[in-house]
């Protein structure tokens, strides 16, 4: 009988606690979005080509690489608290890849 209200108990507390955060951090509160991922990349180039006054742009494809891939694996690994194997896959990328590339951008 005790061990049937103990396991009872314990599939109470199950169903009300929050889901299991396997390293990766939530925002709490979920707030509209004002601008998508991609309009903001468009409107940054937009203003990109206008700050060039003319000029011919020289190798945008790796600048604008560059420019998103070091801040969204530091991002990635900042919110997996500094788990490599979480960032990797809240990437969708292989762990050994997240270290090269971490490696190559000064960030390990």
């Known amino acids: 009988m005790r061990v049937t209200a103990t396991r009872s108990r314990r599939a109470n507390l199950a169903e009300r606690a929050p889901p ?3 390293g990766v951090k939530e925002p709490a509160v979920s707030l509209p979005r004002q601008e998508t991922l991609e309009q ?3 409107r940054s180039l937009d203003r990109y080509f206008s700050d060039l006054d003319g000029a011919r ?3 945008l494809h790796e600048l604008v ?3 998103v891939e070091r801040p969204l694996l530091k991002f990635a690994v900042d919110r997996c608290a500094g788990n490599q194997s979480a960032a990797a896959d809240l990437l969708g990328i ?3 890849t997240l ?3 971490l490696v190559d ?4």
């Not at 951008?105 to 390990?108: D, F, N, T, V, W």
């Open 20 to 22: 299991l955060n396997l």
């Open 40 to 42: 903001s990349v468009v």
């Open 57 to 59: 742009p020289h190798a």
């Open 65 to 67: 690489m560059q420019a």
């Open 94 to 96: 292989n762990r050994n």
């Open 99 to 101: 270290r090269r590339k």
């Open 105 to 108: 951008y000064g960030l390990l």
